[in-house]
């Protein structure tokens, strides 16, 4: 599986983007996917997983009520909607896939593929 994120950019704070990750493959519905996020100097974080269904999703406490994530297995797609940012959101943005419980994504285990990054900036 490659994956590939776009939809990066410059926004305002309180503005919107829509992430995107394609995926190549066959086998993208059997992949739990997240997003992360590696802002400048700090360490990789977690932002957004969801099962490979779709049906199971979970956020980090900074983003829940802002940030969605959402799949598409007809268009081996996974996005992350991010309404409200806040430069504090401004990184580079990751998405992976493992083919474990959507909910060991977070830990960085099992993840099997990452894509490339995106970059998103939020100025105040």
């Known amino acids: 599986v490659q994956l590939q994120a776009s939809g990066g950019g410059l926004v305002q704070a309180g503005g919107s983007l829509r992430l995107s990750c394609a995926a190549s493959?066959?086998?993208?519905?059997?992949?739990?996917m997240g997003w992360f996020r590696q802002a400048p100097g700090k360490e990789r974080e977690f932002v957004a997983a969801?099962?490979?269904?779709?049906?199971?999703?979970s956020y980090t406490d900074s983003v829940k009520g802002r940030f969605t994530i959402s799949r598409d297995n007809a268009k081996n797609t996974v996005y992350l909607q991010m309404n409200s940012l806040k430069p504090d959101d401004t990184a580079v943005y990751y998405c992976?896939?493992?083919?474990?419980?959507?909910?060991?994504?977070?830990?960085?285990?099992?993840?099997?593929?990452w894509g490339q990054g995106t970059l998103v900036t939020v100025s105040s």
């Open positions: 493959g066959r086998t993208f519905s059997r992949y739990a």
């Open positions: 969801i099962s490979a269904s779709g049906a199971g999703t």
């Open positions: 992976a896939a493992g083919q474990v419980h959507f909910l060991v994504i977070a830990g960085t285990r099992g993840i099997d593929y």
